[in-house]
């Protein structure tokens, strides 16, 4: 199936942005297509945690979901045939490029045709308001270089998401070795994309709070899954991956 928008061409502020060079580059697509993420398991584990952890709670059965930032696409596969209609969203075409060829060789045709695919800015949604039951940005905030074009961006996903829908952000969390552990990444190689921004919790509970949401949960995968809430309210807080489940008001 083609990637089915195309509403912006990358301008040359675009193309000198560290994350797009990044994404844009052969190495990383070769590793998409290779199912590189979906193998390994601390990632997954990681996702499963934070990520689909908040989308649950969202409910996403036969929802409208916006997912803003592509690479490898592993919530496509896992929520294709639980959506209503799932649209991704990014600015590098290659990347959408090669997430669309993996869908197609991996997914049957009756869910493939539940995932749309669009080249678009986060900062400049190309959807009108209300558009979507969930809007959601899974590690990708973060790889925006201007702070207030990340602003913008959580401000972005609350106007296309309808009243009383939810807006799920998970970021790398300043409180925990994830600002190490990018920098490590990045120089020995395992992982080149682009500025990477960690977040305090704090921080992006302001921004979703000035973005006029109401925080429902908050979570990180350091926790014991079948504690109580309450319990995990510390150690939450120094979790590599964490963010919040919010309610458009």
Known sequence: MAITMNTTQPSSDIRQDPSYRAFSELPANQRIRERWWRQRWSYVATKALTDWELLSMADPRGKRILNVGCSEPIDEFLYAGIAGHWTTIDFVEAQLQTASRVLDE?????????????????VRLPFADATFDIALAFSTIEHIPDPDDRHQAIRELARVTRPGGHVIITLPNLFSLAPLAHVYWQLTGQANYGFVRSYAPFQLRRQLRQAGLKLLRFTSEYKLPTWPHFMNLLPMRFGMRMGYLAQKR
């Open 106 to 122: 991996d997914l049957a045709p009756a869910r493939r045709s539940g995932v749309s695919l669009c080249t678009a800015n986060a």
